[in-house]
């Protein structure tokens, strides 16, 4: 295709000025950057660029077969994607038995809300239009996959159809039945942060509510399931459980399990004043195993072919090792939306894959551009100057999730930028650049130059990392 062949001459020159700007030093280049456009001073955030990775030379045509995996080494095929640890590194083999790194981008749609749809229907007069011009640019810049919140069934019916993951809310959809949910920026609110998950009738709503899984069961191009997005998981739930109203006929059920337990590990006579830390984080492993293994048994009741990649964990759970563990009893995969660092903390990383003895994948992470026209005060993403940054900052965190062993993907947050007009979005979502296109589908071109030249060295740069 002509649109192709222009993209590659216009993205290598892209991908020069991406790479070659800054004073490298030891490597890296400096990148300056905010938390939030209020704060006061940019700080330099030292970056590496597959351009400035000493001793790698990048692979020329790296053979794939058509999910995206690496022609060459094979293993079972199953007609599915399997997780396997391959001597110290973690991989995704893919239906066809070749190693698999998922490559994704999250909420890949034409639009949620009918003022959001309006620019799509401009642009390209169709959804099926549109699937196909967008699977081509995903394709084009080395992405294999989707992530949350996609528009799943349109891009499969198109040409170049993506790897897909499934968005689930078994505790988002019960918390509602019982109006026990709140919106908050991001993810549902749960009273004082507790999820009802020792309701009697949670198991059984799981099973009823995952039942449409079965229509995607035989789809080899399906990844996996999110179960959630975001749950709450204080430090403190045992003492947030112990002061839930017992009045309230669907509260109470998580004051009385919380009650039991603690009189089964202290005596009947202990108080919430005799909670130790060991106690709570006992309870929170406690508590979440069991929603793992309700939420996990309820998609593989209706799909036993594809992973459970759990509910998405972020903020303080990403530091809390018995989640992981309780994670690792009962999912395939360890989804995480991981902010807050510029680069992946490898002691971290280890902790989740030692805990839970499962590899992890990046489910959220991005970085917003203070050249975009857009105010920027919504997400959690870091604010940089430019798109050439916000490319800096994609290669720099990805080259630290495949040099970590452990990670068998990512999917960046996200397709399309805020439409800061559109104000049925949830409070995170309103006014950001988070995208690598615009609300009115243009494309960010340095961002999207960066992102593809790490993208197609992703195999190549596995072999360079296991090699060190």
């Not at 009947?268 to 309700?294: N, Q, S």
């Not at 563990?325 to 807050?340: E, F, P, Q, S, T």
């Not at 992946?344 to 970085?367: C, H, K, Q």
């Amino acid at each position: 295709m002509m649109y192709r062949g222009v993209w590659r001459v216009l993205s290598a020159v892209l991908v020069i000025c991406a790479t070659g700007l800054g004073q490298a030093v030891d490597g890296t280049v400096a990148v300056d950057v905010k938390r939030k456009p209020t704060d006061a001073a940019w700080k330099a955030y030292e970056t590496r660029t597959v351009g400035l990775l000493e001793g790698f030379r990048p692979g020329g045509d790296v053979r794939l077969d058509k999910y995206g995996g690496l022609i060459g080494e094979t293993y079972q095929a199953t007609g599915y994607f399997y997780p396997k640890r391959i001597g110290d590194r973690w991989w995704l083999i893919d239906p066809a038995g070749n190693r698999f790194i998922h490559v994704g981008v999250c909420s890949v749609s034409p639009g949620g809300s009918a003022f959001s749809r309006e620019f799509a229907q401009k642009r390209f007069s169709s959804d099926e239009k549109w699937a196909v011009w967008t699977n081509t640019l995903l394709a084009d810049n080395g992405f294999n996959g989707t992530g949350a919140w996609c528009a799943t069934e349109t891009l499969r019916a198109a040409p170049l159809p993506p790897v897909y993951t499934l968005t689930w809310s078994f505790m988002g959809a019960f918390g509602r039945s019982k109006k026990l949910t709140h919106q908050q920026s991001g993810h549902l609110g749960y009273p004082d942060d507790v999820i009802p998950v020792f309701h009697p009738e949670f198991e059984a709503f799981c099973s009823s509510y995952a039942a449409d899984a079965a229509k995607t069961s035989s789809d080899p191009y399906l990844l996996g399931h999110f179960s959630d997005n975001e749950l709450p998981m204080p430090a403190d739930l045992l003492d947030r459980s112990l002061k839930l109203d017992r009045s309230n006929v669907d509260l109470r059920y998580g004051y009385e399990q919380a009650r039991v337990w603690l009189d089964g590990r202290r005596g009947k006579d202990a108080g919430p004043k005799d909670v130790t830390d060991e106690d709570r984080k006992a309870f929170l492993y406690y508590a979440f195993e069991r929603y793992f293994r309700i939420t996990a048994g309820a998609i593989r009741e209706h799909d036993a072919n594809h992973l459970c990649l759990g509910p998405r964990l972020y903020g303080g759970a990403l530091r809390k090792p018995e989640v992981f563990r309780a994670a690792g009893k009962h999912l395939d995969v360890i989804a995480v939306n991981y902010y807050g660092t510029w680069t992946p903390d490898n002691l971290l990383m280890r902790m989740w894959a030692a805990e839970s003895g499962r590899p992890f994948i990046v489910t959220e992470w991005y970085a917003k551009g203070a050249d975009s026209g857009l105010a920027n005060n919504t997400g959690a993403g870091w604010l940089v100057k430019t798109q050439a940054d916000r490319g800096r900052f994609y290669q720099n965190f990805t080259l630290g999730l495949l040099e970590s062993k452990l990670c068998v993907g990512w999917h960046w947050f996200k397709y399309r930028d805020n439409n800061p007009l559109d104000t049925s979005t949830d409070p995170s979502n309103r006014d950001s650049n988070k995208g690598i296109v615009t609300y009115d589908f243009e494309l960010y071109t340095p961002v999207l130059a960066a992102m593809r030249q790490l993208n197609e060295q992703v195999y190549p740069l596995v072999g360079f990392f296991d090699d060190q």
